[in-house]
C-alpha cells in the first residue's frame, strides 16, 4: 500500500512539473498538457489510479490543496484596483452569478435532459469561473489592465459562492425530501449563517492576527510562510466543519483581508507561494483527469455534446452581456469577458464532491 502510493505521488508530482517545463519551454497553455498526461497514465494506460491509491483521503487531500490555491488568489485581490473596475466587478460577481445560475440549469433541463435536481446542481458549478485557469493567463497574456481586474476578481469570488451554492443545492435535494418545507428552509439558513459567518469572522481575524505579529516582528522570516499556510488550512478546515464547501470561503476571506491590510514582507512571501500553487494546481489536474473513467466517457451521448456547446457559446455569452447591460463596460470589454469563462480546479473539485452525494440522494446519472 505504502509502496502504491510512493509510486503514485511519484507519476503525479513529476508529471505534472514536467508538463509545466514543456509548457512553458514552448508556450502552450499547460492545462491542456497536465489533462492529457493525466487521461493517458490514468484512464489510458492504467498507471495510475488516484481513488484506489490514496482511497477515502484523496478528496479531503483535494480539499486541502484547493484551499491553499484559494488563498493565495485572495492575495492577488487589491481594493484599490476597484476605483478603475468596481462597477465592472460588482456586475460580474453580483448580477452576473444568479443568470449564469438560472441559465445554466435551464440549459441543463431542456438541453442536457437532466431532471431540475441535478440541473441545479449543474447550474452551481457552472457559476466557477476558475482562478487556476485564469490567474496564469493573466500572467502570460498582456490584456489591458481594466479587462484583467474583471477576469482576476470574479474568478476568485465567485469560487467560493458558487462552491456554497452547490453545497445548498444539494443539501436542499438531500434534506426536503425528510423534512417539511419550513423546517428545511429554517435549518439551511442558520447552516448557511453558521458556516458563512464562522468563515468570514475567522478569515478576517486570521489576517489582523498576521498584521499585529509581522509588524512587530514576533514572527521570525523563517516561519511567516509555513505559518500563513497553516492559518489558510485553518481558515478552511473549520468553517467546513459546520458546512460544506463554507471552508473555500475562510481561505478566500484571509488572503483578500491579508492583501489589503498591506503587512509588511507579504510580497516577498508570494513569490513562494505562487511556486507552490504552480505545484499543487499541476497536481490537482493530473489527479482528476487520471481519476476519469473511460467507461463513462463512452457514454458520452449527443444531449452531453449539445450542453457542453450551448454551455460554451450560449450561457456564459448571454450571461455576461445581460449583467453588464448598460454599464460603463466598453463592448469590446463585454465580448472578451463573456468568452473567457473556463471553468478551474474549484469547479472540478466540487463536481467531483457533487456526485457521490447526489448518487446517494438517488439521482443516480443525473436523472
Known sequence: MEQGVATAV???????????????????PAIV??????????PVLGLLHPSQAFG????????LAVAIVVFEGGLALDFRELRAAGEGVLR???IALPINFVLGTVAAHLVGGMLWGPSAVFGAILVVTGPTVI???????????RSAAFLRWEAIVNDPVGAILTAIVIEILVGLPHRSGEEAVTDLA???????GAAAVLGVGSA???AWAFRRDL????????LLLALALVAYAVPNLLMHEAGLIGATVFGIALANLHVPGIAELRRFKEALVVLLVSCLFVVLTADLDLTVLGKLSLPVIALTATTLFVVRPAALWLATWRSDLTWRERLFVGWIGPRGIVAAAVAGLAGPRLSEAGYAGGT
Open 92 to 94: 460580474l460577481t453580483a
Open 56 to 63: 477515502p483521503n484523496l478528496r479531503p487531500l483535494i480539499g
Open 190 to 196: 442558520l447552516h448557511l449563517a453558521e458556516g458563512a
Open 33 to 42: 498538457l497536465l489533462l492529457g498526461l493525466g487521461f493517458l497514465i490514468g
Open 208 to 210: 489582523f492576527l498576521v
Open 219 to 226: 514572527v521570525p522570516e523563517t516561519l511567516k510562510t509555513p
Open 10 to 28: 511519484l507519476c503525479i508530482v513529476a508529471g505534472g512539473i514536467a508538463a509545466q517545463v514543456i509548457a512553458s519551454r514552448f508556450r502552450i
Open 135 to 145: 490567474l496564469p493567463l493573466l500572467r502570460h497574456a498582456r490584456l489591458e489592465r
